[in-house]
């Protein structure tokens, strides 16, 4: 990503290219998805307030994705870490999430094939 670290207090002044936002989304989504939640904390420092709320978007899909408790418990923190960063457009998050649980929901019920979901999810 393009700046080094922020100055304290100056996170929400920096302002992000969309390229480096999409990016640090695609390292944000990877390290959840890998479950290095650690990883994932130290890229919040690089967040612009646009950035965020694009990885709030991601870490709330996580949430449809893990297995077990530890892992909820650890996405929940992450998500305060988030949000105490400056991270507050929550209609956005819980429109994408419940978007993407119909999705789930679609996937996983017996008239809907995988490749059926994937085809419907590429059309909206």
Not at 91 to 111: K, N
């Amino acid at each position: 990503l393009g700046s080094g670290e922020p100055e304290p207090g100056r996170q929400q002044e920096r302002k992000l290219s969309r390229q480096d936002r999409m990016e640090l989304s695609q390292l944000f989504q990877h390290a959840v998805s890998a479950h290095d939640w650690e990883c994932a904390d130290g890229l919040l420092a690089k967040a612009d307030a646009q950035g965020l709320n694009d990885v709030l978007c991601v870490a709330v899909d996580a949430i449809w994705f893990l297995s077990d408790k530890e892992e909820l418990y650890a996405i929940v923190a992450l998500i305060k870490r988030i949000v105490s960063a400056g991270a507050n457009d929550f209609t956005r998050a819980a429109l994408r999430t419940s978007f993407l649980a119909s999705c789930v929901s679609a996937c996983r019920g017996r008239t809907t094939s995988l490749a059926d979901a994937v085809n419907f999810m590429g059309q909206k």
